[in-house]
């Protein structure tokens, strides 16, 4: 099917040349799995990941990437696969997600997951070994939750990551 674009209130279009629907280069099952991964019972990489296979869930996640900034999942598909690289300990991977939500923080910045994203990247660069990144991540992410309640999990493991790092 072409894509049509309409001009002004007249309700004229055109259709643009060379444009499809669907992007030539997926092939049919790939269109039928990005369709049930994005219905809503479907969400088959949240299933790969809470069952432990982040293989899986990756796999399924990298179908969707070309679509996230033009989504409303808010890049929710790179922070999952973002916290599959580091189920699998491919830091380096995971920092790439990560580090493509922060990029783009004013399209969810008022969701929690910016800031949880941030802590990931802490845990990335920390993975990679590469001390002084993490240390200015988990200094970020901890900037972020000055103000919160101290006795909250994850900002108390936070916190204990941050001073092993010392």
């Not at 790439?96 to 783009?104: D, I, N, V």
């Not at 399209?107 to 590469?130: K, P, V, W």
Request: aromatic share 8%; with cysteine.
């Amino acid at each position: 099917m072409p894509c049509v674009w309409t001009v002004g209130s007249s309700g004229s279009s055109q259709t643009l040349p060379g444009f499809t629907e669907t992007p030539p280069s997926r092939s049919a099952a790939d269109r039928a799995r990005l369709r049930t991964a994005g219905e809503g019972g479907g969400h088959e990489h949240e299933h790969g990941r809470k069952r432990e296979n982040p293989g899986k869930a990756i796999e399924i996640l990298k179908i969707v990437a070309p679509y996230e900034l033009g989504s409303d999942d808010n890049l929710y598909s790179a922070y999952l696969r973002g916290q599959a690289y580091l189920m699998l300990g491919r830091g380096a991977d995971a920092a790439r997600e990560f580090q493509k939500q922060l990029e783009h923080r004013p399209i969810y910045q008022r969701n929690e997951r910016a800031a949880l994203s941030q802590l990931a990247l802490a845990r990335a660069y920390s993975m990679q070994g590469d001390i002084t990144k993490a240390k200015a991540a988990y200094q970020d992410f901890l900037r972020l939750w000055k103000d919160a309640d101290p006795d909250i999990p994850v900002l108390k493991q936070a916190t204990a990551e941050y001073a092993k790092l010392h």
